[in-house]
C-alpha cells in the first residue's frame, strides 16, 4: 500500500517537470531583442555594416562593433571569419545601389526569408541608413 501511495504522489510530480509548455512572449526568449516590439509582422531585420558591394546586392556583417573589424586594413575575407556566421548578401535594386558605400551602417527589412548558407542571401524590402 505504501508503494501505491509514493507512487501515486511521485508520478504526477516527475510528468510537470517533462512539461512542453513553450512562452511565446518575447519577455521569455533570451535571444529576443527590441526590434521585435517595433516590428510586429515578425519581419526579418539585418542591421549592420557593408563590408563589400556587386552589382545590385550588399554584403552585410551582424552583430561587430565598429571597433572589432577595420574595413580599410582588413580584408573581405577576414571580416567574414570575424563575422561568422553572421554575414548576409543583401539583394537590392540598381537604383538604390549606388546610395550605398562600403562601411556605412545599414538597417534592412528583408522580403520574405533567408537562406542560410554562408554568407546567407536575401532579397531587402526596405533599407535604409542608420546614423
Avoid at 68 to 84: C, G, K, N, Y
Avoid at 85 to 90: D, L, M
Amino acid at each position: 500500500m505504501k508503494k501505491f501511495v509514493v507512487t501515486f504522489l511521485l508520478v504526477p510530480l516527475l510528468l510537470s517537470g517533462c512539461s512542453l509548455n513553450e512562452e511565446s512572449s518575447s519577455e521569455y526568449r533570451p535571444d529576443s531583442t527590441n526590434e521585435e516590439a517595433t516590428n510586429p509582422t515578425n519581419a526579418t531585420i539585418i542591421t549592420g555594416y557593408i563590408i563589400d558591394k556587386e552589382k545590385e546586392r550588399l554584403l552585410v556583417v551582424e552583430g561587430l562593433d565598429e571597433s572589432e573589424f577595420d574595413i580599410t586594413q582588413q580584408t573581405v575575407e577576414e571580416i567574414l571569419t570575424i563575422a561568422d556566421p553572421n554575414a548576409t548578401w543583401v539583394s537590392i535594386g540598381d537604383n538604390e545601389y549606388k546610395d550605398f558605400s562600403i562601411g556605412e551602417q545599414v538597417k534592412i527589412t528583408v522580403d520574405g526569408g533567408v537562406n542560410t548558407s554562408f554568407p546567407a542571401q536575401a532579397s531587402a524590402e526596405k533599407i535604409e541608413k542608420v546614423k
